[in-house]
């Protein structure tokens, strides 16, 4: 496993994420924690496969890694290593910080002793989340240092050098990527990785019971810190000036620096670009001087104007006549992720440049849309076909973040409102109170063990009149397959105990709970029948392994793959399996035919209890 068995002095080729853990390996961690969410994912990923890889090469694996119940949870484990001394770090895509949020302020007035990362992992363009927030305003809000890597290569240094900044301010640091950062593959020098301490010792201290006479005590220390932390960011050779001559100053952050050296370059012109690295706190004499310099600004960050808004704050007050432009002055948006285009086109704008790129980087050419779809043999679609046969037409239904949140797409349309991880259940609550409609609402078996639990609870408590359904596919499946507590398996590949869905359930409260098999569509319809019957919350587990899963593990066993295929004598061009069960391998062909495509084909057969006319049928197997 090239990422641990490479040579110091060696370089090879990483994603962003792949290098942060080799940072972090590099830096002696010790403790690893996350919730898995994309575009962080690759983060603890790779943590898990290294730890495999070693205990089946007979090593010692040098830290501990898992897979948190939910990014709160990850950093109150994370932290209370770093509190006994052991350097630490968490990781999560950008919205796992809102739910990390209140350890996360309140860790800030603890400090920490052995350095300690929160990796944030933000998402401009929402690829793949449900906003697009700056997580630049947490550090912000919450005192923290805060690096932010422009490439692979900057992602593995800061990583390392921010255990030592934390460890020499006795503060949290935030490390904040981007999905470009993260998933960008880039050279990365490797160097030698330290010996991690493994156990710790936790000392006793009253200022880490946060009272309120502790908090108000422990306030001021850590404004204290932050001006340290001003110092150190001053010092930081992640913060520089690259030097082209001319009167314009270039300020760029995180992957803005690289689409600011290309455009440079094609622009031709000359432009000093002043490199922030270590943006919280700002190196505030460092951008004076640079203000200074320049005649004008060109502020190059995506999201918020926060570097903006910070550099015009100092040059108001220092006085300094300079003309800033960026996203106040129209030039850049406040929307989605940057691009070399949209670079070049605002720069040459800004200083009335011809714009060498064809049509101004614009192009009339439309590539098809491609929206992403469930997997052809995904038990999601089973549980979405049932309860829709069943319910009434008006049934509202609340879903969540996986896989299933697809099934908004036509012919489902299982999918009418989605807040955040758990929101599902929560709102069904709601729902049920404030209409008389019926509800019935999904979400899956990580996100129940994540944040489902709490609103379950409310239902029982408050007896709300609605359906709740589990989605078990039995993993985290969206994000890569991590595991979860309904697991077998732990990150680090130790056997673990596994909590039964139906028995937490009824823990909690839950007089009707149902768990069916998706393969059975009739068998399922009918427990969404009893569970819309049934006067109160009412829980239906929809239980079937991932489809991916399940035709890895066949091929591990060496089992053969169904192929199904159409009977044209019999199909009556109903088209229900197109028109109201959706599967991808199903197609029209040239004739207006029903066909199934066998090479998208998971041969999972459910489709053979949608069609009414048996017209789908089994004709071989395949490896």
């Known amino acids: 496993m090239e990422i641990v068995e490479a040579k110091p002095g060696e370089t090879i080729l990483l994603l962003g994420n792949e290098a942060i853990t080799r940072g972090a390996l590099e830096a002696g961690v010790d403790f690893a924690t996350t919730y898995p969410g994309t575009p962080s994912s690759e983060i603890a990923d790779t943590f898990s496969k290294i730890a495999r890889y070693l205990k089946k090469k007979g090593k010692d694996v040098p830290f501990y890694f898992e897979y948190s119940t939910n990014e709160k949870v990850a950093l109150e484990i994370s932290a209370s290593a770093s509190l006994s001394g052991l350097r630490s770090l968490t990781c999560m895509k950008h919205v796992g910080l809102n739910v990390a949020s209140d350890a996360f302020m309140t860790f800030m007035y603890v400090g920490c002793k052995g350095g300690n990362l929160i990796i944030t992992a933000d998402d401009p363009g929402c690829h793949s989340s449900q906003n697009e927030q700056d997580n630049r305003y947490y550090a912000l809000f919450g005192n923290a240092p805060m690096l ?174 300079v003309e800033i432009y960026g996203k106040g002055s129209g030039h850049f948006s406040r929307l989605y992720e940057y691009n070399l285009d949209i670079v070049v086109s605002g720069i040459s704008k800004i200083l009335g440049v011809k714009n060498p790129l064809p049509d101004g980087g614009k192009t009339d050419l439309k590539l098809p849309s491609r929206p992403p779809v469930m997997c052809p043999g995904c038990p999601h679609r089973a549980s979405y076909y049932s309860a829709k046969k069943v319910a009434p037409k008006d049934t509202i239904y609340p879903t969540d973040i996986g896989c299933y949140t697809l099934g908004r797409s036509p012919p489902l349309e299982m999918a009418d409102v989605l807040l955040c991880m758990g929101s599902n259940a929560g709102m069904a609550c709601g729902f049920a109170r404030a209409t008389d409609q019926k509800i019935i609402s999904f979400m899956g078996d990580s996100t129940f063990f994540h944040a489902g639990l709490p609103a379950i609870v409310d239902a029982v408590h408050h007896n709300h009149d609605c359906v709740i359904t589990i989605l078990d596919n039995r993993t985290t499946a969206m994000t890569g397959h991590q595991p979860h507590p309904g697991s077998e398996l732990t990150g680090m590949g130790e056997k673990a105990r596994a909590l039964d869905i139906e028995d937490v359930v009824g823990g909690l409260g839950i007089e009707h709970v149902e768990t069916v098999d998706l393969t059975n569509l009739k068998e399922t ?82 489709c053979t209890q949608v069609c009414p006319f048996n017209a789908i049928e089994k004709v071989g197997e395949k490896r």
């Open 148 to 321: 932010e890597p422009s490439n692979p290569q900057e992602a593995k240094d800061m990583t390392k050098e921010g255990f030592e900044i934390s460890e020499k301010l006795g503060l949290p640091l935030i490390l904040r990527t981007t999905t470009r950062v993260s998933h960008t593959r880039g050279p990365v020098k490797i160097e030698e990785i330290k010996e991690s301490k493994k156990k710790g010792r936790f000392e006793k201290n009253p200022f880490m019971v946060t009272v309120p006479s502790v908090a108000r005590a422990r306030h001021p220390v850590l404004l204290e810190k932050m001006k340290e932390a001003e110092k150190l960011s001053e010092k930081s050779r992640f913060n520089r000036i690259i030097e082209n001559g001319g009167g314009v100053g270039i300020v760029a952050s995180g992957i803005s620096v690289g689409y600011a050296l290309d455009a440079v370059n094609i622009l031709d012109i000359d432009a000093d670009i002043l490199k922030l690295g270590f943006t919280n706190p700002l190196p505030r004499d460092l951008c004076r001087k640079f203000l200074e310099e320049h005649k004008k600004i060109i502020v190059l960050e995506e999201l918020e104007p926060i570097l903006e808004e910070k550099l015009k704050t100092i040059a108001f007050d220092s006085g300094i006549k």
């Open 525 to 606: 319809e009918e427990a969404f029948k009893r569970a819309l019957d049934f006067k109160g919350p009412a829980v239906v587990i929809c239980k079937h392994p991932c489809i991916l899963l399940e035709i890895r593990d066949k091929r591990k066993r060496g089992e053969k793959i169904p192929i199904y295929q159409v009977n044209l004598d019999k199909c009556r061009h109903c088209n229900i399996c197109i028109l109201k069960f959706g599967c991808p391998a199903f197609y029209f062909d040239k004739d207006k035919n029903v066909r199934i495509n066998e090479e998208l084909c998971n041969g999972c057969g459910v």
